[in-house]
């Protein structure tokens, strides 16, 4: 099992930046992809961002529309640590956002391809 704990959330104005991160422990060797999804209040949890990589130096980023351009997902292999830099924030990014790891590469943008959670950190983006 895999313990991921998020970090960096926070209150911003809009047009701010915020960067959370997500440390891993655990059986960590087995991991070959973490995510970020977020849930605001009364909608569905959604993917943000996720990263998979085949070594330390070839990763691949994805990232959900709505924060192509904005968001920025990277992993620090030595520290077992994702990073999401969030720039430009607008009050619709607003929710609890959730790291996730996965074992398999593959559906990176479900939530099903993820086998464990962290708590969740919130960000509030207000206008």
């Known amino acids: 099992q895999v313990q991921l704990v998020e970090s960096g959330g926070g209150l911003v104005q809009s047009g701010g930046s915020l960067r959370l991160s997500c440390s891993a422990s655990?059986?960590?060797?087995?991991?070959?992809?973490m995510g970020w999804f977020r849930q605001a209040p009364g909608k569905e949890r959604e993917f943000v961002s996720a990263?998979?990589?085949?070594?330390?130096?070839?990763?691949?980023?994805y990232y959900a529309d709505s924060v192509k351009g904005r968001f920025a997902i990277s992993r620090d292999s030595a520290k077992n640590t994702v990073y999401l830099q969030m720039n430009s924030l607008k009050p619709e990014d607003t929710a609890v956002y959730y790291c996730?790891?996965?074992?398999?590469?593959?559906?990176?943008?479900?939530?099903?391809?993820?086998?464990?959670w962290g708590q969740g950190t919130q960000v509030t983006v207000s206008s």
């Open positions: 996730a790891a996965a074992k398999s590469a593959e559906t990176i943008t479900q939530m099903s391809a993820y086998d464990d």
């Open positions: 655990g059986r960590t060797s087995s991991n070959v992809a």
């Open positions: 990263i998979t990589w085949v070594t330390a130096w070839v990763t691949s980023a």
